[in-house]
């Protein structure tokens, strides 16, 4: 039976997640170039170098060529020669090969189907934030992550390339602390080199308070829901939990990250690791088929809403400005050169970052799937969240 291939880095919180996904679904894969032959992770790469370059890389169920990031990984092909990229898109992908929609990642139901795309949305774009900090701040003396990923190139690169790619690694990802906002506080050492400790830039206020104090708000909400139930959503496994698990997860291989995080939140992290080990696929049996919102979920979502939510409104807010000034360039090649940055603030901590694209549009969905529920559906999930009006933009 030929199985899928995902091209990816378990380093990679999006990597961990598609593969929750898979294993939910127990639809088989090969993922590379950790466990491909020198062949098949040459023949693979060349044909998704050859996609990237002509943008043949596609998304589910659509590409917005104005504000999609493109591409980023990881990636995934059926044949080694089609390549679709995004990892909440490829999980809307699978649910649509799969006509039971009792074991559907996105729910059926509009307002569960709403609170599990917030939770995901929520921690693919502020969770990476928390726990990339977490990884080259919290867990910068320990963690291996240069080794590791020498490890999994072994079968792809020529003879001293994954030594070169080990020590290379490290210092990319500090480097790019900033962009993903981190930035330390002036003359911070790590007690590392310079080049691996995370740096301060002049003119952006700190954020290490904001992210590490965010970071356990995040585990407190999830341990406070995981401590009732099962899952996110109820007695199954949805998108919600695969986003949470793949930016959490990453964590689990960051020895002091990892210790810390088991001391705050233990069910929490017992709950991540059963998911590593694929302990969360569907068994298809109706009696843990079960979805509901619960009210244990208030102190997570009221997290998100203090944190993503604001975000966003004022990503789009600086996104509305820079266009009616012209700017043309934002995501990381504007920060690289320093454009489309604008200063705001979230839970009373000054930030300054720069304007991404794929932010908007994730907002824009957002707020038009809040927008399609009923007024009732509204009032409900607004006993538990505050800050609901947020959405209607």
Same mark, same amino acid.
């Given at each position: 039976?030929?199985?899928?291939?995902?091209?990816?880095?378990?380093?990679?919180?999006?990597?961990?997640?598609?593969?929750?996904?898979?294993?939910?679904? @127990?639809?088989?894969?090969?993922?590379?170039?950790?466990?491909?032959?020198?062949?098949?992770?040459?023949?693979?790469?060349?044909?998704?170098?050859?996609?990237?370059?002509?943008?043949?890389?596609?998304?589910?169920?659509?590409?917005?060529?104005?504000?999609?990031?493109?591409?980023?990984?990881?990636?995934?092909?059926?044949?080694?020669?089609?390549?679709?990229?995004?990892?909440?898109?490829?999980?809307?992908?699978?649910?649509?090969?799969?006509?039971?929609?009792?074991?559907?990642?996105?729910?059926?139901?509009?307002?569960?189907?709403?609170?599990?795309?917030?939770?995901?949305?929520?921690?693919?774009?502020?969770?990476?934030?928390?726990?990339?900090?977490?990884?080259?701040?919290?867990?910068?003396?320990?963690?291996?992550?240069?080794?590791?990923?020498?490890?999994?190139?072994?079968?792809?690169?020529?003879?001293?390339?994954?030594?070169?790619?080990?020590?290379?690694?490290?210092?990319?990802?500090?480097?790019?602390?900033?962009?993903?906002?981190?930035?330390?506080?002036?003359?911070?050492?790590?007690?590392?080199?310079?080049?691996?400790?995370?740096?301060?830039?002049?003119?952006?206020?700190?954020?290490?308070?904001?992210?590490?104090?965010?970071?356990?708000?995040?585990?407190?909400?999830?341990?406070?829901?995981?401590?009732?139930?099962?899952?996110?959503?109820?007695?199954?496994?949805?998108?919600?939990?695969?986003?949470?698990?793949?930016?959490?997860?990453?964590?689990?291989?960051?020895?002091?990250?990892?210790?810390?995080?088991?001391?705050?939140?233990?069910?929490?992290?017992?709950?991540?690791?059963?998911?590593?080990?694929?302990?969360?696929?569907?068994?298809?049996?109706?009696?843990?088929?079960?979805?509901?919102?619960?009210?244990?979920?208030?102190?997570?979502?009221?997290?998100?809403?203090?944190?993503?939510?604001?975000?966003?409104?004022?990503? @789009?807010?600086?996104?509305?400005?820079?266009?009616?000034?012209?700017?043309?360039?934002?995501?990381?090649?504007?920060?690289?050169? @320093?454009?489309?940055?604008?200063?705001?603030?979230? @839970?009373?901590?000054?930030?300054?970052?720069?304007?991404?694209?794929?932010?908007?549009?994730?907002?824009?969905?957002?707020?038009?799937?809040?927008?399609?529920?009923?007024?009732?559906?509204?009032?409900?999930?607004?006993?538990?969240?505050?800050?609901?009006?947020?959405?209607?933009?």
């Amino acid at each position: 039976m030929q199985k899928d291939i995902i091209w990816g880095v378990e380093l990679s919180c999006f990597t961990l997640k598609v593969q929750a996904c898979f294993q939910h679904y @127990r639809r088989p894969y090969l993922r590379l170039p950790d466990q491909g032959s020198y062949w098949q992770n040459t023949k693979t790469l060349l044909a998704l170098e050859h996609a990237k370059h002509n943008k043949l890389v596609g998304k589910f169920p659509t590409f917005d060529p104005d504000k999609d990031e493109y591409p980023a990984v990881p990636f995934h092909s059926i044949d080694g020669k089609h390549f679709q990229y995004d990892s909440s898109s490829i999980a809307g992908w699978l649910d649509s090969l799969t006509p039971e929609t009792n074991e559907h990642l996105y729910p059926e139901d509009k307002l569960e189907n709403f609170i599990a795309s917030l939770i995901d949305e929520a921690f693919d774009e502020f969770g990476l934030y928390l726990v990339h900090h977490m990884r080259w701040v919290g867990s910068a003396k320990s963690n291996q992550m240069g080794n590791r990923l020498g490890r999994e190139f072994r079968h792809a690169l020529p003879p001293g390339g994954p030594w070169l790619l080990s020590k290379s690694f490290p210092k990319r990802q500090v480097r790019r602390c900033p962009y993903l906002f981190s930035v330390a506080p002036v003359n911070y050492r790590s007690g590392l080199s310079r080049e691996l400790s995370p740096p301060a830039l002049e003119g952006f206020p700190e954020t290490h308070t904001l992210l590490n104090e965010s970071w356990r708000q995040y585990l407190k909400g999830m341990e406070a829901v995981l401590a009732e139930q099962p899952y996110l959503l109820g007695h199954r496994f949805t998108i919600a939990d695969a986003s949470a698990y793949g930016q959490l997860g990453m964590n689990l291989v960051d020895p002091e990250t990892a210790q810390l995080m088991k001391e705050l939140a233990p069910i929490t992290h017992d709950w991540l690791t059963r998911i590593y080990e694929g302990k969360h696929q569907t068994t298809k049996d109706p009696s843990n088929e079960k979805l509901y919102i619960s009210e244990a979920l208030g102190s997570l979502l009221n997290t998100i809403m203090s944190t993503f939510s604001a975000l966003m409104i004022q990503n @789009r807010q600086a996104y509305e400005s820079a266009k009616a000034n012209q700017v043309s360039v934002f995501n990381e090649a504007a920060f690289d050169k @320093r454009k489309a940055l604008y200063d705001g603030k979230l @839970r009373g901590y000054p930030f300054r970052s720069v304007v991404k694209t794929f932010q908007v549009k994730v907002w824009e969905e957002l707020c038009q799937k809040w927008k399609s529920l009923s007024e009732n559906e509204q009032s409900e999930l607004a006993k538990l969240v505050q800050l609901c009006e947020m959405f209607d933009i």
